[in-house]
């Protein structure tokens, strides 16, 4: 059976640090030797761990999936993942866009959670409007990427979500 | 009375949205309703609660969560009496348990009491997860906190 790439993507809940990408491809194909993934943010830039010195990080054929440690916010990327022959020969790639909103999503989360035990909190001035704001802006950068497929303007979104969450003592 | 999974409440939280939208509406022909935000503030808590089971799907009945902190084993013989003050039902006592000398600390008397509200100790992380009967879960986060889920 011919070889057909294909690949998830998913943000560690546990640990929104993580980016966990999933090999899911199908067939096989024996000169396959070598496996490279390429995370690219809204701007072109490459996002690798600490100490990568390369645009893209190795990936080992005998690991899947892989968890890579490179998030320290929300963002939207391009991930692309290059199947290898010998001699660096790229035979086979795949890319998607994806937001990855994990970090914006727990914090929404934890908002509603701590207003269960405060509920007199929505009479506060803007609380109320900053949530529904802050909501909008996860809502608007993961239709962004689902919808539209762009990762600019999802990122444009996150970054309006990630100013509430480090300034939330001012914003809630 | 069967209780509400989360995927039911979420899909009871979408549908809501709609109707309560709907009502708003209505207020143009027959007066303005109350709650002016009430679709919005659906979908913004809808959302939180399908994000939170997307990531941490496990969760999968609606319950209260409460906590108790074990940090003394008393003395042989004290009653530990487990209390919620409930606004409707007023005082509901969920349990109670006689410290023996076979806790020793404050883990095997927070296993303790959970078996005493009526739970199975299975193992949870560095604490203790107590599934009862009624489905309810009752959790040591970690060595030393009892979170009654």
């Known amino acids: 059976m011919s070889f057909s790439p294909n690949f998830t993507v998913s943000q560690t809940p546990l640990n929104p640090s993580y980016i966990l990408i999933e090999d899911t491809s199908t067939g096989s194909d024996a000169y396959i030797v070598a496996r490279r993934v390429y995370i690219q943010d809204y701007n072109g830039d490459y996002i690798v761990p600490t100490g990568t010195t390369t645009t893209y990080i190795p990936w080992a054929l005998g690991t899947n999936p892989i968890s890579l440690d490179v998030l320290t916010a929300d963002v939207a990327v391009n991930i692309k993942v290059e199947w290898l022959y010998a001699g660096g020969i790229s035979k086979y790639n795949l890319n998607n866009n994806y937001c990855l909103a994990e970090f914006s999503r727990q914090f929404f989360y934890y908002l509603i959670q701590l207003q269960s035990l405060n509920y007199n909190i929505i009479q506060d001035s803007n609380y109320w409007l900053n949530v529904g704001i802050l909501w909008t802006n996860i809502v608007g950068a993961i239709n962004a990427v689902e919808i539209a497929n762009d990762i600019y303007a999802s990122q444009v979104c996150l970054n309006r979500a990630i100013n509430f969450k480090n300034n939330q003592s001012f914003y809630f | ?149």
């Open chain 2, 1 to 149: 009375m069967t209780r509400l999974t989360v995927p039911d409440t979420i899909e009871l939280a979408d549908v809501s949205i709609y109707l309560s939208a709907n009502y708003q509406g209505s207020g143009n022909l027959f007066g303005e309703r109350l709650a002016t935000t009430a679709p919005q503030t659906i979908a913004l808590v809808a959302d939180a609660l399908r994000w939170h089971y997307d990531s941490f799907p496990a969760i999968s009945i609606t319950d209260a969560v409460g906590s108790i902190t074990v940090d003394n084993v008393g003395n042989d013989g004290d009653t530990i009496m487990v209390l919620v003050h409930d606004v409707v039902y007023g005082t509901i006592i969920l349990g109670t348990y006689i410290k023996t000398s076979a806790d020793v600390d404050v883990n095997t008397l927070a296993s303790n009491i959970c078996l005493a509200l009526g739970g199975t100790v299975l193992p949870c992380g560095g604490g203790t997860r107590i599934a009862t009967e009624g489905g309810d879960l009752l959790i040591t986060e970690n060595s030393e906190n009892l979170i009654i889920e």
